[in-house]
């Protein structure tokens, strides 16, 4: 017997400018092992051990049943052991790679061979929306879309392997459904075509290597200015990151995180760059953990190995 070991990283969506259209996976990882077992156990250790459930409501379960049942195969009992190193509910897609680790990890268990336009697919429907599920699985600066038949059209980048992202993740959690709770249902013109210039050559700008633009490309009026006023200091934390010379900063995913990229070495630029965020925060009363890390191209699909047990 053996056992299936996943790693899905942790990921940053929007950008600021591509809301809901572009997400870029990190180098921090949750780990996931599953094996096949004589009853259904969940071991949790790292975030969230004592907040997430250790039974089959579990959200790693629930994407391993999702692929069974996908195949219309009965699921047995598993044992599943997560190593989780994402914070929960900071912007930086703790459920999407819980997702994603299951999905990735019951295809290859169970021996479904899903492809991994299908994988994308049942770990959007379960997420929602794409935008974080698609670089966890694939890695990489991710653009993704919903075609006329809805379907999920996506094109990978690779991230640039230059580029440093500083993270503020203060104690204040903000639950995706609060975010999108504050966001108008109609904006400006004069709003869109602002987003979709910035958009646009964000993409440009990251292929590029284009540093010197990320901050105007990361600009946004679709949903951080409305999302600000639910965290103090998260405005001021991007304003901080780009005076302490920050090549661009915005809201990571729904927040209250702000990431911050420097194209300098973390000792020199990030430290000062996490320290201004940080203050920003404790200015408004609010603790904050800084983490520093990179953009990386693997993702779950290639992190797959199987261990003997």
Known sequence: ????????????????????????????????????????????????????????TNLVYRAIAKVADCAGIPLPPLKIHCTNRIPLSKGMGSSAAAIVGGVVAGNALLGVDLSSGDLLDLAAQMEGHPDNVAPALFGGFVIS???????????????????????????HKVSTREARAVLPDVVAHEDAVFNVSRAALLVAALQQRRYDLLATAMEDRLHQPYRAPLVSGLQRAVSAAI???????????????????CARDVDSDGTRIGEAMVAAFRGQGLQCRVIFTRPTNIGALESVGHLPI
């Open 1 to 56: 017997m053996e056992a299936v070991r996943v790693k899905a990283p942790a990921t940053t969506a929007n950008l600021g400018s591509a809301f809901d259209c572009a997400g870029m996976a990190l180098e921090l990882y949750n780990e996931v092992v599953v094996s096949l077992n004589d009853r259904d156990i969940v071991i949790i250790d790292g975030e969230g051990k004592h907040e997430l459930s250790h039974d089959s």
């Open 243 to 261: 005076e302490s010379g920050a090549v661009g900063a915005a809201i990571s995913g729904a927040g209250p995180s702000v990431i911050a990229f």
């Open 145 to 171: 879309c919903k075609d006329k038949q809805h379907r999920i059209v996506s094109v990978r980048v690779d991230a640039p392997d230059d580029l440093f992202a500083v993270l503020a993740v203060p104690e």
